[in-house]
Nanobody
């Protein structure tokens, strides 16, 4: 079965960095686009970054320049490098497998989520 297991969240001070990992299993990882979402308290879950099977990337405006998504198909792992963290980045971060539906991509499987807290 499809499994996505995140790691690397935690508590960091403003301006600090974290690197999150998402280990995937149960499907042909290299064939799928992958994404990182986040959900802050009282807010809707939002797409932060995505990477296609061929390595093209997308970033939400709020994280462009500061965050980098990457993948290692040999390790079935997708990463999110987060630099210059700000209090507004505090959220639970989720890894997701993405599927194409017409002109859009949607998540069909989720990881368990990891908490990222940025303290000022």
């Amino acid at each position: 079965q499809v499994q996505l297991v995140e790691s690397g969240g935690g508590l960091v001070q403003v301006g600090g960095s974290l690197r999150q990992s998402c280990a995937a299993s149960g499907f042909s990882f290299s064939s799928y686009a992958m994404g990182w979402y986040r959900q802050a308290p009282g807010k809707e879950r939002e797409l932060v970054a995505a990477i296609t099977a061929s390595g093209s990337t997308y970033y939400a405006d709020s994280v462009k320049v500061r965050f980098t998504i990457s993948r290692d198909n040999a390790k079935n792992t997708v990463y999110l490098q987060m630099n210059g963290l700000q209090p507004e980045d505090t959220a639970v971060y989720y890894c997701a497998r993405l599927i194409y539906s017409g002109n859009r991509v949607d998540p069909d499987y989720w990881g368990q989520g990891t908490q990222v807290t940025v303290s000022s």
